[in-house]
């Protein structure tokens, strides 16, 4: 597929298509989702108990995003993403105490403690973070799908950033050299309207940000991120593109944050009246009208696995609570690799 599609020709219509997932895949998306959701409500409780620290910014509204991408890859595929990034290592598979340990900043969370809310990473799970730097994870990305193409590997790196972060001159560059070496990555935009309190409207004369790889060649597409079904089609129709050898692919993926951009953010750039009208599109309950439309689950198990979600959230609390933190001379590693020098130093 070498053809360019706009967002504006593009954008999957107002319903969505549930022809093609069975009940598997939706009770999956909700199990995800709820889990997602949940551990970021808590995580929000606790911020505001000061049981940690740092800037935190929570996922609530866009879980769709995750829970679609999840049932597109495959194992081996890589991810990477920017700082709001609690619900990217759930969905991955990266078990809720020890990423609820890392915000603690203790000795078992995901990076030892020493990332915090903004720097997770899952080695084992392909998750390369996790970055603070507004836009730093693009030319991350392509590298690191440039290594699995140098390698000849059949994997695709999904480079996932914010509204705000395609302002960045990064992008230009890593599309240039991206397009120009057919990387196997798949840049996705999730686009939440607000670059922290900056409307896209307002950032750039181009609104329609699945057009931004036109000059390259890059083909874009725009999707409804509100919905897994738009989702899962959209990536997984990307990655076919990619693994064909044909090159990277954009996603313009539009969703909204219920929350503001940071837990200290007083969000007056929006009106209650907006967010409330994006919370009728909720994800979570657009899947959960599915299932119960279907009959393929009842209201009680559904509210049996948001009970079991909950206490899984509570137990990872407790976990992390009390886990050690780390001893002061743990500050010294980690920061360089040693080298293994084939003679002895002084």
């Known amino acids: 597929m070498t053809t360019k599609t706009s967002s504006a020709k593009a954008t999957p219509s107002s319903k969505a298509d549930t022809s093609g997932f069975g009940k598997e895949t939706y009770l999956r998306w909700f199990s995800e989702m709820i889990l997602m959701r949940r551990f970021e ?17 929570l996922y609530i509204g866009q879980e769709a995003i995750l829970a679609g991408m999840i049932t597109a890859i495959r194992k081996g595929d890589k991810v990477i993403t920017g700082y709001r990034d609690h619900a990217h290592p759930l969905v991955l598979g990266t078990p809720p105490k020890n990423v609820m340990a890392e915000l ?13 809310s903004m720097h997770f990473f899952d080695k084992k799970r392909n998750l390369f973070g996790g970055h603070g730097i507004v836009g730093g994870q693009i030319g991350l990305g392509a590298g690191i799908a440039f290594a699995d193409k140098y390698r000849g590997e059949d994997h695709v790196t999904l480079c ?8 960045q001159g990064i992008l230009h560059e890593t ?39 036109e000059s390259y060649d890059m083909p874009g597409l725009g999707v409804n991120g509100m919905r897994c079904e738009d989702v899962h089609n959209a990536i997984a129709m990307a990655c076919e593109h990619v693994r064909a050898g044909n090159g990277p692919y954009l996603l313009d993926i539009k969703t909204y944050r219920y929350k503001g951009h940071s837990m200290s953010d007083p969000q007056k750039y929006r009106t209650k009246e907006e ?10 309950e657009g899947v959960r009208a599915t299932l119960l439309e279907k009959k393929w689950a009842t209201e009680a198990e559904l509210d049996a696995m948001d009970a079991a979600v909950r206490k899984q959230v509570e137990e990872a609390v407790t976990f992390a609570e009390q886990s050690p933190s780390p001893a002061d001379e743990e500050l010294y590693n980690d920061v360089y690799r040693e080298p293994d020098y084939p003679y002895e130093r002084d």
């Not at 996932?160 to 302002?167: L, T, Y």
């Not at 967010?275 to 979570?284: H, S, T």
């Open 104 to 116: 603690y900043g203790k000795t078992t969370g995901t990076s030892k403690g020493k990332g915090g």
């Open 275 to 284: 967010v409330e009208g994006y919370k009728k599109q909720d994800p979570i």
């Open 175 to 213: 599309f240039n050299m991206a397009m120009t070496w057919k990387l196997p990555v798949i840049f996705i935009i999730e686009n939440n309207n607000y670059a922290m309190g900056t409307s896209v409207l307002r950032t750039s004369n181009v609104h329609d940000l699945s057009t931004l790889g």
């Open 41 to 57: 409500e808590k995580t929000g409780q606790l911020y505001t108990m000061q049981k940690f620290g740092g800037f935190c910014h």
């Open 160 to 167: 996932m950033m914010g509204d705000g972060a395609v302002r």
